[in-house]
Protein backbone atom coordinates (compact mmCIF):
# COMPACT_ATOMS: atom_id res chain seq x y z
CA UNK A 1 0.00 0.00 0.00
CA UNK A 2 2.68 2.36 0.84
CA UNK A 3 4.53 1.34 -2.63
CA UNK A 4 1.30 2.30 -4.26
CA UNK A 5 0.74 5.87 -2.55
CA UNK A 6 4.44 6.51 -3.11
CA UNK A 7 4.15 5.73 -6.96
CA UNK A 8 0.91 7.71 -7.09
CA UNK A 9 2.97 10.67 -5.37
CA UNK A 10 5.29 10.33 -7.61
CA UNK A 11 3.05 10.44 -10.86
CA UNK A 12 1.64 13.76 -9.99
CA UNK A 13 4.58 15.53 -9.03
CA UNK A 14 5.93 14.27 -12.79
CA UNK A 15 2.58 15.69 -13.95
CA UNK A 16 2.76 18.67 -11.79
CA UNK A 17 6.55 19.27 -13.37
CA UNK A 18 5.16 18.87 -16.57
CA UNK A 19 2.17 21.32 -16.82
CA UNK A 20 4.54 24.07 -15.42
CA UNK A 21 7.65 23.21 -18.20
CA UNK A 22 4.75 23.68 -20.47
CA UNK A 23 3.91 27.14 -19.21
CA UNK A 24 7.64 28.39 -19.23
CA UNK A 25 6.64 29.33 -22.92
CA UNK A 26 4.00 31.46 -23.29
CA UNK A 27 2.36 31.80 -26.80
CA UNK A 28 1.29 35.67 -27.31
CA UNK A 29 -1.25 37.19 -29.82
CA UNK A 30 0.32 40.77 -30.25
CA UNK A 31 -1.89 43.27 -32.14
CA UNK A 32 1.02 45.18 -33.96
CA UNK A 33 0.66 48.84 -33.36
CA UNK A 34 3.28 50.98 -35.69
CA UNK A 35 5.39 53.32 -34.06
CA UNK A 36 4.60 51.34 -30.15
CA UNK A 37 4.05 47.41 -30.75
CA UNK A 38 6.25 45.82 -33.66
CA UNK A 39 8.70 43.16 -33.76
CA UNK A 40 11.26 45.56 -33.57
CA UNK A 41 13.46 45.76 -29.94
CA UNK A 42 13.05 49.23 -30.44
CA UNK A 43 9.16 49.23 -29.75
CA UNK A 44 7.98 50.95 -26.66
CA UNK A 45 5.36 47.40 -26.11
CA UNK A 46 8.26 44.85 -27.50
CA UNK A 47 10.74 46.41 -24.09
CA UNK A 48 7.85 45.62 -22.13
CA UNK A 49 7.03 42.60 -23.02
CA UNK A 50 10.51 41.52 -22.55
CA UNK A 51 10.71 42.77 -19.57
CA UNK A 52 7.96 40.95 -18.35
CA UNK A 53 9.94 37.89 -19.54
CA UNK A 54 13.15 38.91 -17.73
CA UNK A 55 11.32 39.29 -14.39
CA UNK A 56 8.55 36.82 -14.53
CA UNK A 57 10.90 34.13 -16.01
CA UNK A 58 8.70 32.99 -18.58
CA UNK A 59 9.48 32.60 -22.10
CA UNK A 60 6.80 34.40 -24.66
CA UNK A 61 6.37 33.12 -28.17
CA UNK A 62 5.12 36.33 -29.28
CA UNK A 63 3.19 36.22 -33.05
CA UNK A 64 2.88 40.21 -34.44
CA UNK A 65 -0.14 40.57 -36.64
CA UNK A 66 -2.55 43.44 -37.59
CA UNK A 67 -4.78 44.30 -34.56
CA UNK A 68 -7.93 41.87 -35.97
CA UNK A 69 -5.97 39.06 -37.36
CA UNK A 70 -3.85 38.92 -33.91
CA UNK A 71 -7.40 38.43 -31.88
CA UNK A 72 -8.93 36.25 -34.58
CA UNK A 73 -5.96 34.12 -33.90
CA UNK A 74 -5.86 34.30 -29.90
CA UNK A 75 -9.90 33.69 -29.92
CA UNK A 76 -9.22 30.46 -31.96
CA UNK A 77 -6.30 29.26 -29.97
CA UNK A 78 -7.24 27.13 -26.34
CA UNK A 79 -4.32 28.62 -24.19
CA UNK A 80 -2.70 31.38 -25.61
CA UNK A 81 -2.70 34.90 -24.20
CA UNK A 82 -2.83 38.31 -26.13
CA UNK A 83 -1.42 41.80 -26.02
CA UNK A 84 -2.30 44.31 -25.58
CA UNK A 85 -5.93 44.14 -25.48
CA UNK A 86 -7.47 47.53 -25.44
CA UNK A 87 -11.25 47.58 -22.97
CA UNK A 88 -12.81 50.46 -22.12
CA UNK A 89 -14.40 50.33 -18.34
CA UNK A 90 -17.73 48.65 -19.71
CA UNK A 91 -16.06 46.06 -21.99
CA UNK A 92 -13.58 44.89 -19.10
CA UNK A 93 -16.42 43.81 -16.78
CA UNK A 94 -17.68 41.94 -19.90
CA UNK A 95 -14.87 40.24 -20.90
CA UNK A 96 -14.32 36.50 -21.11
CA UNK A 97 -10.36 36.26 -20.51
CA UNK A 98 -7.80 36.13 -17.66
CA UNK A 99 -7.02 39.71 -17.08
CA UNK A 100 -3.99 41.88 -15.74
CA UNK A 101 -4.03 44.82 -13.71
CA UNK A 102 -4.47 48.02 -16.16
CA UNK A 103 -1.21 48.35 -17.97
CA UNK A 104 -2.09 51.79 -18.71
CA UNK A 105 -4.32 54.08 -19.89
CA UNK A 106 -5.13 56.08 -22.89
CA UNK A 107 -7.27 58.84 -24.28
CA UNK A 108 -8.38 59.00 -27.48
CA UNK A 109 -10.35 62.64 -28.17
CA UNK A 110 -12.15 63.67 -31.20
CA UNK A 111 -10.18 65.26 -33.75
CA UNK A 112 -11.51 67.37 -36.25
CA UNK A 113 -10.43 69.45 -38.99
CA UNK A 114 -9.63 73.47 -38.73
CA UNK A 115 -10.93 74.28 -42.02
CA UNK A 116 -13.94 72.23 -41.89
CA UNK A 117 -17.12 74.05 -41.54
CA UNK A 118 -19.80 71.15 -41.34
CA UNK A 119 -21.52 71.55 -38.29
CA UNK A 120 -23.32 67.91 -38.22
CA UNK A 121 -20.98 64.92 -37.81
CA UNK A 122 -21.65 61.79 -39.05
CA UNK A 123 -18.88 59.49 -39.53
CA UNK A 124 -15.36 58.72 -37.94
CA UNK A 125 -12.27 56.71 -38.11
CA UNK A 126 -10.02 55.03 -35.42
CA UNK A 127 -7.99 52.30 -35.06
CA UNK A 128 -8.57 48.92 -35.87
CA UNK A 129 -6.81 47.94 -32.56
CA UNK A 130 -9.86 49.16 -30.75
CA UNK A 131 -12.86 47.83 -32.50
CA UNK A 132 -14.18 45.30 -30.55
CA UNK A 133 -12.90 46.75 -26.79
CA UNK A 134 -14.19 50.48 -27.15
CA UNK A 135 -18.05 51.30 -27.40
CA UNK A 136 -18.50 54.56 -29.64
CA UNK A 137 -22.01 54.21 -28.87
CA UNK A 138 -23.85 57.13 -30.98
CA UNK A 139 -25.39 56.59 -34.48
CA UNK A 140 -21.97 57.78 -36.22
CA UNK A 141 -20.84 55.38 -38.61
CA UNK A 142 -17.28 54.42 -37.95
CA UNK A 143 -14.42 53.05 -40.32
CA UNK A 144 -11.75 51.10 -38.53
CA UNK A 145 -7.96 51.66 -40.12
CA UNK A 146 -4.50 49.92 -38.89
CA UNK A 147 -2.57 52.76 -39.44
CA UNK A 148 -1.79 55.63 -37.86
CA UNK A 149 -0.95 57.30 -41.43
CA UNK A 150 -4.23 56.07 -42.37
CA UNK A 151 -6.18 58.36 -39.94
CA UNK A 152 -4.56 61.08 -40.62
CA UNK A 153 -5.53 60.43 -44.51
CA UNK A 154 -9.05 59.71 -44.03
CA UNK A 155 -9.80 62.88 -42.30
CA UNK A 156 -7.51 65.02 -45.56
CA UNK A 157 -9.69 63.36 -47.77
CA UNK A 158 -12.31 64.06 -45.47
CA UNK A 159 -13.75 60.89 -45.80
CA UNK A 160 -14.80 60.92 -42.42
CA UNK A 161 -15.73 64.13 -40.23
CA UNK A 162 -13.76 63.54 -37.61
CA UNK A 163 -11.20 61.01 -36.08
CA UNK A 164 -10.65 59.67 -32.41
CA UNK A 165 -6.66 59.42 -31.80
CA UNK A 166 -4.96 59.49 -28.81
CA UNK A 167 -2.92 62.58 -27.77
CA UNK A 168 0.21 62.44 -27.50
CA UNK A 169 0.68 59.86 -29.76
CA UNK A 170 -0.98 61.22 -33.01
CA UNK A 171 2.00 63.83 -33.26
CA UNK A 172 4.13 61.01 -33.58
CA UNK A 173 2.92 61.25 -37.20
CA UNK A 174 4.31 64.79 -38.02
CA UNK A 175 7.67 66.12 -38.63
CA UNK A 176 7.37 69.00 -36.40
CA UNK A 177 5.11 66.62 -33.86
CA UNK A 178 2.47 69.29 -32.36
CA UNK A 179 3.62 72.60 -34.40
CA UNK A 180 2.17 70.32 -37.06
CA UNK A 181 -0.65 69.05 -35.82
CA UNK A 182 -1.95 72.62 -34.44
CA UNK A 183 -1.28 74.30 -37.82
CA UNK A 184 -4.50 72.29 -39.35
CA UNK A 185 -6.34 70.31 -36.65
CA UNK A 186 -8.05 70.56 -33.62
CA UNK A 187 -9.37 68.51 -30.68
CA UNK A 188 -13.14 69.21 -30.75
CA UNK A 189 -14.76 69.71 -27.54
CA UNK A 190 -18.38 68.42 -28.12
CA UNK A 191 -17.19 65.19 -29.26
CA UNK A 192 -16.90 62.70 -25.84
CA UNK A 193 -13.31 61.64 -24.98
CA UNK A 194 -12.89 58.03 -24.85
CA UNK A 195 -10.41 56.36 -21.87
CA UNK A 196 -9.24 52.86 -22.55
CA UNK A 197 -7.10 50.66 -20.34
CA UNK A 198 -4.55 47.90 -21.79
CA UNK A 199 -4.60 44.73 -20.00
CA UNK A 200 -2.58 41.69 -20.57
CA UNK A 201 -4.49 38.57 -21.51
CA UNK A 202 -4.92 35.21 -21.30
CA UNK A 203 -7.72 32.62 -22.07
CA UNK A 204 -9.05 31.23 -19.02
CA UNK A 205 -7.53 28.15 -18.03
CA UNK A 206 -5.89 27.34 -14.39
CA UNK A 207 -2.68 27.13 -15.94
CA UNK A 208 -2.97 30.56 -17.34
CA UNK A 209 -3.92 31.89 -14.02
CA UNK A 210 0.31 31.72 -12.89
CA UNK A 211 0.76 33.88 -15.68
CA UNK A 212 -1.68 36.71 -14.79
CA UNK A 213 -0.45 36.64 -11.16
CA UNK A 214 3.30 36.64 -12.28
CA UNK A 215 2.42 39.30 -14.03
CA UNK A 216 0.64 41.52 -11.66
CA UNK A 217 3.09 41.00 -9.44
CA UNK A 218 5.24 42.80 -12.13
CA UNK A 219 2.99 45.60 -12.51
Known amino acids: MRLTK ?4 LILSFISINADAKRDKVVVFSAEIDKFNTNLDDGLYNKFLRKLERV ?9 FPPIRAKKKYLQSKDSCYFPLSLDE ?14 GDIFLYGIRLKSSQKKEIGSFAYRSLYKEGVSFGGKKKGYPVVYGE ?18 PDIYLYFENGKADFDK ?20 GLEENQSVITKINKIL
Open 6 to 9: TFLI
Open 56 to 64: SKIKFDIKY
Open 90 to 103: TNAKKEDSLLSKSI
Open 150 to 167: QLIEMLDRKRVDFIYASI
Open 184 to 203: KYIVDSNIPVKRVSDYFACK
